[in-house]
């Protein structure tokens, strides 16, 4: 069998802000899995702890659970608050997104998520590639946030995003 991969930053990430969600929102570990389970989703408080600790997986379900329980939304459980919050010195600091592979600025990752650019990973010299992925900026944006560019009530998004 597959040796699994060992978590990596966005675990660690995710596991922090886990934490840092629920003693913000004043919840106990048994809160979070009483809440947890109300949603389909149980997983005991001690589960809620490893998660937490960085010692359990979290799944894309666990992750979306979790948000809905601590009342955030799901980019306040993966980004440093670097993303979330912009730094009023301005976004220097890259950080490592996956894999040993950094972004060169938090201002980048922001872009990214809010469907504005493709995300442009630094080389291991820490230069700016080309575009990844063939991916043209008129595209992402197009298939990042198609309902920016179309009425849906006259065009169905699939018919857009098909070609």
């Known amino acids: 069998m597959k040796a699994r991969p060992s978590a990596g930053a966005a675990s660690a990430r995710v596991a922090a802000n886990v934490r840092a969600w629920r003693v913000r929102r004043g919840m ?76 060169s600025t938090p201002a980048d990752v922001r872009s990214w998520v809010d469907g504005v650019e493709p995300l442009v990973l630094l080389l291991p010299d820490g230069s700016r590639p080309a575009l990844q992925g063939g991916t043209s900026r008129a595209q992402f944006r197009l298939e990042a946030a198609p309902y920016r560019h179309v009425k849906l009530a006259d065009t169905p998004v699939s018919s857009v995003l098909d070609g």
């Open 28 to 103: 106990s570990t048994y809160d979070i899995s009483r809440e947890l389970r109300a949603l389909g989703r149980p997983l005991a408080a001690n589960g809620v702890l490893r998660i937490e600790q960085n010692d359990r997986r979290v799944d894309v379900d666990d992750l979306l659970a979790l948000a809905v329980v601590l009342g955030v939304n799901v980019n306040m459980l993966l980004w440093p608050s670097s993303v979330i919050l912009p730094s009023p010195d301005g976004d220097v600091e890259p950080f490592e997104l996956v894999n040993d592979r950094t972004v």
